[in-house]
T-cell receptor, first 113, second 113 residues
């Protein structure tokens, strides 16, 4: 059974801290791994990763994929209260389920002032 | 450009009632999906479509029907609502599955009493 596991499930930090969120997967026919940020409503797209070792960066957020270890990390540096959200990791598959995403349960990040 | 539009935003149903959750996108995306999100469970795929006239089941399809008569619309029908279907429902669309990421609608919060 295909699955995606995120850790930790929740995390509380203070403004200015750096955090690392983890995502591991066991799937057949891996196509890509995606990170989403979910505040009060719909998930919003952060990154899509397909190749090992190539870091994607957007401001204070960055992410990298390790296909050997079947995992990815999402780093947030100099956290701000606006980073408080649920961060979702999802894996897309090739083949019959092409285009569909298997989500992890998410990491709830709370950033305290 | 409206993106993905879901209606209604909130709905309360009585057990046994039926209803349709509407989803429309104006981005000419081929891929569309329905997810449900429950506390601690992440997003789980209900049904998906890779183009007009083509639909398939996801992880949790029981109690739901879909059809895709046009590229733009992908309604989700609850046949006979049950309390276990109380959840937040998200519709999502994508140009090419996971390569471009999915765009999510703002969600429908459904309560079945």
């Amino acid at each position: 059974e295909d699955k995606v596991v995120q850790s930790p499930l929740s995390l509380v930090v203070h403004e200015g801290d750096t955090v690392t969120l983890n995502c591991s997967y066991e799937v057949t026919n891996f196509r890509s791994l995606l990170w989403y940020k979910q505040e009060k409503k719909a998930p919003t797209f952060l990154f899509m990763l397909t190749s090992s070792g190539i870091e994607k960066k957007s401001g204070r957020l960055s992410s990298i994929l390790d296909k050997k270890e079947l995992s990815s990390i999402l780093n947030i540096t100099a956290t701000q209260t606006g980073d408080s959200a649920i961060y979702l990791c999802a894996v897309a598959l090739l083949g019959g389920s092409q285009g569909n995403l298997i989500f992890g349960k998410g990491t709830k990040l709370s950033v305290k002032p | 450009n409206a993106g993905v539009t879901q209606t209604p935003k909130f709905q309360v149903l009585k057990t046994g009632q039926s209803m349709t959750l509407q989803c429309a996108q104006d981005m000419n995306h081929e891929y569309m999906s329905w997810y449900r999100q429950d506390p601690g469970m992440g997003l789980r795929l209900i049904h998906y479509s890779v183009g007009a006239g083509i639909t398939d089941q996801g992880e949790v399809p029981n109690g739901y029907n879909v059809s895709r008569s046009t590229t733009e619309d992908f309604p989700l029908r609850l046949l006979s609502a049950a309390p276990s279907q109380t959840s937040v429902y998200f519709c999502a669309s994508s140009k090419d599955g996971a390569i471009y990421g999915y765009t999510f609608g703002s969600g429908t919060r459904l309560t079945v009493v």
